[in-house]
């Protein structure tokens, strides 16, 4: 993902380097010089572990809070999600929950293990995606489609001017802060809203880009016709269908 998106916030020359030559290296990738200043500025990265952590805290999530990290291996490994565990020290993964044996089952199936953080995220009692990837997309929408769970999405644009401010210590971590982040993301945890669509005069590709994806959002076309499924309106084979389409979008 990193390297996908050129996103090199926070790390060190070599391993910005690192990423670029992969960037460069799959042919397939077809944009290759990439600014991360301005990827980051415009929002377009993850956050980083420790972005995480301040926004969790300045939500108001306790330092008890379990968080299940629904994720391969993290580029850096420890030296970037130590950070995170010492703002949570309850910080699991697949890894830590199951055994060797368990896992075992799933090396040579990499779509299994992505389903194993799927049906996790999915069930939580919040998610809260640190980028806005297929599988991130997918489980907002069967959230959605679950009765409109919990699902806090940062507004990763407005945070990284917050962070800068704090990186520059003009702003601290507290009170203050958290206002500004709470109010930031009112409006943003997963409440019903009519899927947005694409910008007014767009075509073509660019109507698809601005469009939010059905599998984001599909209130209110699906949603509203699955509601009144005693009566008949939809079939229990057509949201077997829905449910499948989402967990087929995220692999």
């Not at 010089?33 to 301040?54: A, K």
């Not at 008890?64 to 990290?69: E, G, V």
Request: proline content about 5%; hydrophobic content about 30%; some cysteine.
């Amino acid at each position: 993902m990193l390297a996908f998106t050129g996103c090199t916030y926070g790390l060190s020359e070599s391993e910005a380097d690192e990423l670029r030559i992969m960037r460069e290296k799959t042919s397939h990738w077809k944009l290759k010089d990439i600014n991360s200043t301005e990827q980051r500025s415009g929002g377009n990265c993850p956050l980083t572990p420790e972005e995480v952590g301040i926004f969790l805290r300045a939500t108001g999530y306790p330092e008890s809070t379990w968080i299940y990290l629904a994720a391969g291996e993290i580029y850096g490994g420890d030296k970037y999600i130590s950070k995170l565990r010492s703002y949570f020290p309850n910080l699991v993964s697949k890894e830590v929950l199951a055994t060797k044996e368990e896992l075992g089952k799933f090396n040579d199936h990499a779509s299994q293990v992505a389903a194993l953080d799927y049906i996790v995220s999915v069930e939580s009692d919040v998610f809260v995606p640190s980028h806005s990837g297929n599988m991130a997309r997918a489980v907002e929408g069967h959230r959605r489609f679950l009765g409109h769970r919990k699902t806090v999405t940062p507004d990763r644009r407005g945070l990284v001017e917050l962070f800068d401010l704090l990186q520059k210590g003009e702003l601290m971590e507290g009170p203050k802060f958290s206002s500004l982040v709470t109010e930031m993301h009112k409006n943003r945890q997963g409440a019903p809203r009519k899927r947005y669509g694409s910008l007014p005069g767009s075509k073509g590709r660019a109507r698809l880009r601005t469009e939010e994806s059905f599998y984001e959002n599909p209130f209110p076309d699906y949603i509203e016709q699955v509601e009144p499924v005693s009566s008949g309106s939809c079939s229990d084979e057509d949201m077997r269908w829905f449910q499948l389409k989402l967990v087929v979008s995220s692999s």
